[in-house]
């Protein structure tokens, strides 16, 4: 079995970082909700939703780019 290549083992880091950070923040999401639920409801839900939305959208466009770079 050969080793991965440098692209696969980029790929597989930059993915490992995404998720790493992703997941301290969907940690302390429920905090930051509460914090600016005290502030306005509707902008703890605008925050969290937001949030959200940017998870996937970081992944579209990862792949967005990769598919233009042909890889």
Same mark, same amino acid.
């Given at each position: 079995m050969k080793p991965p290549e440098k692209k696969e083992r980029s790929a597989a880091i930059a993915a490992a970082v995404i998720l790493a950070v992703v997941a301290v923040g969907f940690f302390a999401l429920p905090? @930051?909700? /509460?914090w600016l639920g005290d @502030?306005?409801?509707?902008l703890a839900a605008a925050f969290g939703a937001l949030f959200v939305l940017g998870f996937f /959208? @970081?992944?579209? /466009?990862?792949?967005?780019?990769?598919r233009r770079r042909g890889e």
């Open positions: 905090s @930051i909700m /509460l @502030i306005s409801p509707w /959208l @970081i992944f579209w /466009l990862r792949a967005r780019h990769q």
